[in-house]
């Protein structure tokens, strides 16, 4: 069975970090672009981070461009968001999602995947 599952979300305070995890099962990741994604209440997913498969082109949306920061380990069949400076508006889930055939660009701008975790749930609250 094909899973992607993510974990590290949490409550964090505005200022704080979190790091999110997105592990891969039944496949693997190395022939995939990974992006994070979110959606907060009452509004459209948006694409947040993406990262090609090698790890060596990655996009970032403009929100969070020198707060965040993508990675992959494919030997660990993993990708992280690394998230700094939170902000209360930062409150969403957070989705991972693996596509193929994809630049990152278009992945993160255009919301494409081919698979999707459940999302964990990150709220930024004082």
């Known amino acids: 069975q094909l899973q992607l599952v993510e974990s590290g979300g949490g409550l964090v305070q505005p200022g704080g970090s979190l790091r999110l995890s997105c592990a891969a099962s039944g496949f693997t990741l190395d022939y995939y672009a990974i992006g994070w994604f979110r959606q907060a209440p009452g509004k459209e997913r948006e694409g947040v981070s993406c990262?090609?498969?090698?790890?060596?082109?990655?996009n970032y949306a403009a929100s969070v461009k020198g707060r965040f920061t993508i990675s992959r380990d494919n030997a660990k069949n993993t990708v992280y968001l690394q998230m700094n400076s939170l902000k209360p508006e930062e409150t969403a889930i957070y989705y991972c999602?693996?596509?193929?055939?994809?630049?990152?660009?278009?992945?993160?701008?255009?919301?494409?995947?081919?698979?999707w975790g459940q999302g964990t749930q990150v709220t930024v609250s004082s």
């Open positions: 999602a693996a596509a193929a055939l994809t630049t990152v660009q278009a992945m993160c701008v255009q919301v494409r995947g081919d698979y």
């Open positions: 990262i090609s498969r090698s790890g060596g082109i990655t």
